[in-house]
Nanobody
């Protein structure tokens, strides 16, 4: 079973940057891809970005394209989310998740088997 631990959240002013990290407990071939989701108060959890372990192919939701970058370090079993140009509407708890098998839709929470505990990101205006 994959265990995921996020870190790097915090409070930042609009226009600022944060880098989130997600450390996975097992070797990367235990999962096919990793994703980042976020959930604001009173809203559903939404897809942010995803990356495949083998090829590094990335996916982003439209609202973060050009501002967020997802990357991975296979040797460290760690995935990163670099967030630049942060906006107040980016405020949420950010979760990383592991997709176990190929074939799922990267944007669906149901495609992911394992989840981290979440890290709070707050962007002040």
């Amino acid at each position: 079973q994959v265990q995921l631990v996020e870190s790097g959240g915090g409070l930042v002013q609009a226009g600022g940057s944060l880098r989130l990290s997600c450390a996975a407990s097992e070797r990367t071939f235990s999962s096919y891809a990793m994703g980042w989701f976020r959930q604001a108060p009173g809203k559903e959890r939404e897809f942010v970005s995803a990356i495949t372990w083998s090829t590094g192919t990335t996916y982003h939701t439209n609202s973060v394209k050009g501002r967020f970058t997802i990357s991975r370090d296979n040797a460290k079993n760690t995935v990163y989310l670099q967030m630049n140009g942060l906006k107040p509407e980016d405020t949420a708890v950010y979760y990383c998740a592991a997709m176990k098998y190929y074939g799922g839709n990267y944007a669906y929470t149901s495609s992911y088997a394992y989840w981290g505990q979440g890290t709070q990101v707050t962007v002040s205006s």
